[in-house]
């Protein structure tokens, strides 16, 4: 598994193909891994449940975090990886459908990194993963977090 995984958390099918889609044809070419819900983002990071066995020395180097999540919401996720010593500096980039204002105020209060908001149109969707995934997994210096 490639060093520098991305985590994204998005129960929506076609959003999580569509994102994918979007990293392969910008060439970005991280492994992915897929949570479903925020209960399944929460073991995969804090190595519970499913995730019990994964290798703790693997974090991902950014978090794309929707919000509405089932089980548990994107808030929810975000304030847990605040709060737990082991996720406090993880990366995290709300990437969202909601365009209401105070999501984005919550999202940072709870300590996101960015909030972007999924653009409709597939070439600026696909842009803005270009953009994000540069960013992110290459020019950003993130410290080595563990679980």
């Known amino acids: 598994m490639n060093e520098k995984i991305i985590l994204l958390v998005e129960d929506n099918e076609d959003d999580a ?12 070419l991280n492994d992915v ?24 020395a693997v974090m991902p180097q950014v978090v794309l975090l929707d919000l509405n999540l089932p089980k548990v919401n994107g808030l929810q996720v ?8 082991r996720t406090r500096l993880l990366p995290v980039v709300v990437l969202t459908t909601s365009n209401e204002e105070v999501d984005m105020i919550k ?22 993963v270009r953009q ?9 210096q993130n410290p080595r977090v563990t679980a």
């Not at 891994?33 to 290798?55: K, M, N, P, S, Y």
């Not at 975000?78 to 010593?85: F, Q, S, T, V, Y």
């Open 17 to 28: 193909l569509l994102t994918v889609r979007a990293l392969n044809r910008n060439n970005i």
């Open 33 to 56: 891994v897929i949570a479903r819900d925020g209960a399944e983002a929460l073991d995969f990071l804090f190595c519970t449940g499913a995730h019990a066995q994964r290798d703790r």
């Open 78 to 85: 975000l304030e847990r990886i605040r709060k737990d010593e």
């Open 107 to 128: 999202s940072y209060a709870l300590g996101a990194n960015s909030y972007i908001r999924k653009p409709v149109n597939f070439e600026q969707f696909t842009e803005a």
């Open 132 to 140: 994000l995934g540069m960013y992110w997994l290459v020019l950003n």
